[in-house]
């Protein structure tokens, strides 16, 4: 266990809808990064926040978006969804920046129809 | 530009046997470099990590990874393979530049009995 917790495990919505995926971070760590992980395109990362600053942006699309609280949890929002946006969605977070080792949640499978 | 490279996609070694999982790195500066494995619907778990000084670093689970700065490379060993090492694994380099992580696309490595 590392930690980390994301909510819900899984996910089924269809195409354009909206979701919200929920990350609790380690205790003591104030980084939360956001991935995207599919079968055609390995993992993507999308964004990184610290100490609920956005400190650095990946890949990530336009329709999504995260937050990060001032209790450490992070959001991450999608909306407009396609069925290209299935994927495995993992939280990690870590102590600082990204000199540090990160911790993975268990991810949050998303499934559009 | 920050890369990260994983050439192979699987590696397959009989179980006692030594292993090699190999990652090739692009950056300016001194890398910071880590491994991480993802074993069947987890979440990645840090492995080692190599920022300054030894150039051997040894980490979870028998393994350790040789950092060799003429040939950009942080290739991952272990002694003698176990079944339960099977996994996917992923290097991953920071840049330096925004503070994010580049992982590589992973090596599917495979003991066989």
């Known amino acids: 266990d590392s930690g980390v917790t994301q909510t819900p495990k899984h996910l089924i919505t269809a195409t354009g809808q909206r979701v919200t995926l929920r990350c609790s971070p380690r205790?003591?760590?104030?980084?939360v990064y956001w991935y995207q992980q599919s079968l055609d395109q390995g993992l993507q990362f999308l964004i990184q926040?610290?100490?609920?600053?956005?400190?650095a942006k990946g890949n990530i699309l336009e329709r999504f978006s995260a937050q990060q609280f001032p209790d450490l949890h992070s959001e991450l929002n999608l909306s407009s969804l396609e069925l290209g946006d299935s994927a495995l969605y993992f939280c990690?977070?870590?102590?600082?920046?990204?000199?540090?080792?990160?911790?993975f949640g268990p991810g949050t499978r998303l499934t559009v129809t | 530009a920050q890369s990260v490279a994983q050439p192979e996609d699987q590696v397959n070694v009989a179980e006692g046997n030594p292993l090699t999982v190999k990652c090739t790195y692009s950056?300016?500066?001194?890398?910071?470099l880590f491994w991480y494995v993802q074993y069947p619907n987890r979440g990645l778990q840090f492995l080692l990590k190599?920022?300054?000084?030894?150039?051997l670093v040894k980490g979870s689970y028998g393994f350790e990874a040789e950092f060799n700065k003429s040939q950009t490379s942080f290739h991952l060993k272990k002694p003698s393979a176990l079944v339960s090492d099977s996994a996917l694994y992923f290097c991953?380099?920071?840049?330096?530049?925004?503070?994010?992580?580049?992982f590589g696309k992973g090596t599917r490595l495979h003991i066989l009995p």
């Open positions: 990690a977070s870590s102590v600082a920046g990204s000199a540090y080792e990160q911790y």
């Open positions: 205790s003591g760590d104030l980084s």
């Open positions: 926040y610290y100490n609920g600053e956005e400190r």
């Open positions: 950056v300016s500066g001194n890398p910071y």
């Open positions: 190599y920022i300054t000084g030894d150039n």
């Open positions: 991953a380099v920071r840049d330096f530049r925004d503070d994010k992580i580049i």
